[in-house]
Structure formats: C-alpha cells, structure tokens
C-alpha cells in the first residue's frame, strides 16, 4: 500500500538537520580540510556573524568557544557510533553522553505548544541560546525518527558529518573518496599484518 502523499520521506534532510550540521561541520578536519571555527572568542564571533546569529556588537568569550567545542565533539562522538565507526569506543560513547546530559543541564528547554502542534525551544538568549536550539534540534531529529540518520564520516580525520540519505540507511562515509581512502587504508593494514605473520 503507497505511502499517504503528506507522509515525509526518510530521504528527505529535515531542516533542523541543516541547522545542526552547520554547526557540527565548524571542526578543522572535513574533506575541505576547513579551519578550526570554535578555536577561540574571535574565530567562533566570526562564524556567529556568517551566519547571522549576532551581531557585531555582540560578546563572545573564551569559555563560549570551549562550551561549543565540548558540545560539538560530544556529538561527533555520538554521529561516529551512528555510521558504525570501529575506533568509536563504548566508553568515549559513554563519555560523551554523559558530556551532553550535564549541556542539557546548563541549557534547558521549554515546551512551546501552538494551535499547530508543539515544539522546543532555548529558555535563554544569546550564546546560551544557540546551544540550546542545537540540543533541541538533536530532540527534534529524535522524535522524527531520523536522529540516527545524522553520522559523522568514518574516515580519519575527516569526520564531516552528513545526514545519510540511503534507504537502508548504510552509509558511514561522507562521500566516495574518504570510503575509497578508508579501503586503501583498511587494505594496506592486512597486507602489513599478512607481511609480520609469515615473517614471523
């Protein structure tokens, strides 16, 4: 039996997706090989501004850009458990869940309910804010089903994160050329351990 024609596709990127992989994607690695956008007050102002968050008045602190790096990695943790990444422990999982249970703390939402339905949203303004609409947009994501779907790319050290639009939601690289580099990888490290077992 066909899908309703209003029921959305589990291809499709929602728009709380988009909002929190522009965040996530502020990391020095990707396949860009991009600068670090939290490293400091200055550097993470500058993002803020890109993207119309603040303005140019704004304050930014030293311990803002730390939050947002803890905040960020934590969820790259998580995104790298999401594709199947073999490096991604049990115990940093733990860590970084445990990072972000203190962050939903720190940064607690509200209900917002409207004749439309409900939704979430930062009780505070400013950076605090912005933290607060990241974490909402994770619940947002969770609710639809498709948090899972939010992965950080397997290949060292890209981790750029992407929402995996594949039916059988498979994906764990970013792109054909970090699977491809990752295969090479993965190829040269047997024919390395078949060279010590028979020399051995």
């Given at each position: 039996?066909?899908?309703?024609?209003?029921?959305?596709?589990?291809?499709?990127?929602?728009?709380?997706?988009?909002?929190?992989?522009?965040?996530?994607?502020?990391?020095?690695?990707?396949?860009?090989?991009?600068?670090?956008?939290?490293?400091?007050?200055?550097?993470?102002?500058t993002w803020?501004?890109?993207?119309?968050?603040?303005?140019?008045?704004?304050?930014?602190?030293?311990?803002?850009?730390?939050?947002?790096?803890?905040?960020?990695?934590?969820?790259?943790?998580?995104?790298?458990?999401?594709?199947?990444?073999?490096?991604?422990?049990?115990?940093?999982?733990?860590?970084?869940?445990?990072?972000?249970?203190?962050?939903?703390?720190?940064?607690?939402?509200?209900?917002?309910?409207?004749?439309?339905?409900?939704?979430?949203?930062?009780?505070?303004?400013?950076?605090?804010?912005?933290?607060?609409?990241?974490?909402?947009?994770?619940?947002?994501?969770?609710?639809?089903?498709?948090?899972?779907?939010?992965?950080?790319?397997?290949?060292?050290?890209?981790?750029?994160?992407?929402?995996?639009?594949?039916?059988?939601?498979?994906a764990g690289?970013?792109?054909?050329?970090?699977?491809?580099?990752?295969?090479?990888?993965?190829?040269?490290?047997?024919?390395?351990?078949?060279?010590?077992?028979?020399?051995?």
């Open positions: 039996m066909p899908a309703p024609a209003t029921e959305r596709s589990p291809l499709t990127q929602p728009a709380a997706a988009d909002t929190l992989l522009r965040f996530l994607n502020t990391h020095a690695s990707g396949p860009r090989r991009l600068p670090e956008r939290f490293a400091d007050a200055r550097t993470m102002h803020l501004q890109e993207q119309g968050l603040v303005t140019g008045s704004a304050h930014v602190t030293e311990a803002d850009a730390a939050r947002a790096r803890e905040l960020r990695d934590a969820l790259i943790t998580v995104l790298l458990a999401h594709a199947g990444d073999k490096n991604t422990t049990p115990e940093a999982i733990a860590r970084a869940e445990e990072q972000l249970r203190g962050l939903s703390t720190r940064y607690p939402l509200t209900t917002v309910v409207t004749a439309a339905g409900a939704s979430l949203a930062g009780t505070r303004t400013g950076i605090p804010g912005l933290f607060a609409t990241v974490l909402a947009n994770v619940t947002e994501l969770a609710h639809a089903g498709v948090w899972d779907r939010l992965r950080a790319c397997r290949h060292e050290p890209c981790h750029f994160c992407f929402f995996d639009r594949t039916r059988n939601s498979s690289y970013c792109g054909p050329k970090c699977a491809s580099r990752a295969s090479m990888r993965a190829y040269r490290q047997r024919r390395k351990e078949q060279a010590a077992a028979t020399a051995g």
